[in-house]
């Protein structure tokens, strides 16, 4: 790993291409996302040695709900199958696992597991892994929009008060920085209603590679990549490597009260 940059704190991923892995190989699509559980696990793991603090993976979208019943089943079971089979890895990494989205409205199933595994792992201390399920990026905001409003109308907020802080702060990302890098699998050149309001300065990254084949190799390329980009945020005449990471994370110190 080149060195004298700062490294990504913070790598979100959209996880794209399982059901086109699976096309490819003349399975049934649902044999792609049990492929791409394989794929978490490794990059997962991963993470720690690559100096990553943080990793948010796209799991399911607010939109995906469009998709085959059975694969919508299928992908929900995953989840909690995924955490079950994964706890001994997660607690000897210290793995402490968290979730954005609108988990009130999965399938009890997936959520008394979201719940379990959370409980399990709160007081890890490694690697921070984010998993954005039934996650909407626009619906997201719209949620801390009406809550801000709330706020308003019951008199403990003065609209002169809201500021981007405060907005960030009813997120379902509070408390967490903003994604250094955003990775896209498969190709795809678009951000699907991700971490719409997050990604304002992210460094995205696309990958031709299908999400079941992604490997520790292709997210070091990543990072790779990240490391000769010159991250400005709007401003000129930065050096190398100089100050923009320090920025960017003392603009959003983690708290999880
Ligand atoms: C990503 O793979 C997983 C989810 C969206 C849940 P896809 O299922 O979107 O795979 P493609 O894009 O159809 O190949
Ligand atoms: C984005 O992928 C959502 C996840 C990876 C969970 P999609 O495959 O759903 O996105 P589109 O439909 O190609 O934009
Ligand atoms: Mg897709």
């Known amino acids: 790993m080149k060195r004298g940059k700062r490294l990504p704190v913070h790598v979100a991923i959209i996880m794209d291409g399982n059901g086109r892995w699976a096309q490819k190989r003349g399975l049934p699509r649902i044999a792609g996302h049990r492929a791409g559980m394989e794929a978490v696990r490794r990059v997962v793991e991963a993470c720690p040695d690559l100096g990553i603090?943080?990793?948010?993976?796209?799991?399911?979208?607010?939109?995906?709900?469009?998709?085959?019943?059975?694969?919508?089943?299928?992908?929900?079971?995953?989840?909690?199958?995924?955490?079950?089979?994964?706890?001994?890895?997660?607690?000897?990494?210290?793995?402490?696992?968290?979730?954005?989205?609108?988990?009130?409205?999965?399938?009890?199933y997936a959520r008394e597991k979201i719940a379990w595994a959370k409980e399990k792992t709160a007081s890890n201390d490694g690697l921070f892994l984010n998993v954005a399920v039934n996650y909407g990026g626009r619906?997201?905001?719209?949620?801390?929009?009406?809550?801000?409003?709330?706020?308003?109308?019951?008199?403990?907020?003065?609209?002169?008060?809201?500021?981007?802080?405060?907005?960030?702060?009813?997120?379902?990302?509070?408390?967490?920085?903003?994604?250094?890098?955003?990775?896209?699998?498969?190709?795809?050149?678009?951000?699907?209603?991700?971490?719409?309001?997050?990604i304002a300065y992210s460094e995205v990254y696309i990958s031709p590679v299908f999400w079941?084949?992604?490997?520790?190799?292709?997210?070091?390329?990543?990072?790779?990549?990240?490391?000769r980009r010159d991250r400005r945020f709007g401003a000129v005449d930065l050096e190398p490597g100089e100050t923009e990471g320090e920025e960017s994370e003392s603009q959003t110190v983690p708290r999880y009260t």
Do not use: C
């Not at 405060?166 to 971490?195: C, H, K, Q, W, Y």
């Open 139 to 198: 619906r997201e905001i719209v949620e801390a929009a009406k809550r801000i409003a709330k706020k308003v109308k019951s008199g403990v907020l003065d609209p002169d008060d809201i500021d981007e802080t405060a907005f960030a702060a009813e997120l379902e990302t509070a408390g967490l920085p903003d994604p250094d890098l955003l990775i896209r699998t498969s190709g795809e050149m678009r951000v699907s209603n991700f971490l719409l309001w997050q």
């Open 53 to 108: 603090k943080y990793l948010t993976l796209f799991a399911f979208s607010t939109e995906n709900w469009r998709r085959p019943p059975a694969e919508v089943t299928a992908l929900m079971g995953f989840i909690g199958e995924y955490l079950e089979r994964e706890m001994p890895s997660l607690m000897k990494n210290r793995v402490r696992f968290s979730t954005i989205g609108f988990i009130d409205e999965m399938p009890g």
């Open 212 to 227: 079941p084949d992604f490997r520790k190799e292709h997210l070091e390329a990543a990072i790779q990549e990240y490391l």
